[in-house]
């Protein structure tokens, strides 16, 4: 074997163990963010502590749960609109979000935003909200 052909093979191995490596990477952090994502679906915290802030929020009519979620997120009330919609998803108040306005505030979790905002009446699920804000 001569010199060109062992530089060559030589670069060969390191270009594969490169590309090895940056796959075992690439794997790792997607297995990180995936776990951190689902935890996150079933353990998330609300935005903030009690007492909170109770903040005023109006669903119309035909909003998805993702628009719901975009509106909660301005508003301060979530920290991320897909991770509303995923637990939307999972829970049993899918397809149950009702168009209203609600009182809802910053100590409460998804899901018991998803619970005053599936309410039969909206007027009663606001009086809800201000009772579970304190």
Same mark, same amino acid.
């Given at each position: 074997m001569n010199t060109k052909q062992?530089?060559?093979?030589?670069?060969?191995?390191?270009?594969? &163990? !490169?590309?090895?490596?940056?796959?075992? @990477?690439? %794997?790792?952090?997607?297995a990180v963010t995936a776990y951190d994502y689902g935890?996150?679906?079933f353990q998330e915290p609300? &935005? !903030?502590?009690k007492p909170g802030a109770d @903040?005023? %929020?109006?669903?119309?009519?035909g909003k998805s749960a993702l628009q719901i979620g975009e509106i909660l997120e301005s508003k301060g009330l979530i920290r991320d609109a897909k991770l509303f919609y995923v637990q939307n998803l999972l829970s049993h108040y899918k397809d149950k979000l009702?168009?209203?306005?609600?009182?809802?505030?910053?100590?409460m979790t998804m899901e018991e935003m998803m619970q005053i905002m599936s309410a039969a009446?909206?007027?009663?699920?606001a009086d809800t909200a201000g009772e579970a804000g304190n």
């Amino acid at each position: 074997m001569n010199t060109k052909q062992m530089i060559v093979a030589v670069l060969g191995m390191i270009f594969r &163990v !490169a590309i090895a490596v940056l796959a075992i @990477v690439l %794997v790792y952090k997607g297995a990180v963010t995936a776990y951190d994502y689902g935890y996150r679906v079933f353990q998330e915290p609300p &935005v !903030a502590e009690k007492p909170g802030a109770d @903040v005023q %929020v109006e669903i119309t009519v035909g909003k998805s749960a993702l628009q719901i979620g975009e509106i909660l997120e301005s508003k301060g009330l979530i920290r991320d609109a897909k991770l509303f919609y995923v637990q939307n998803l999972l829970s049993h108040y899918k397809d149950k979000l009702r168009a209203g306005v609600y009182i809802l505030n910053t100590s409460m979790t998804m899901e018991e935003m998803m619970q005053i905002m599936s309410a039969a009446e909206p007027d009663e699920a606001a009086d809800t909200a201000g009772e579970a804000g304190n």
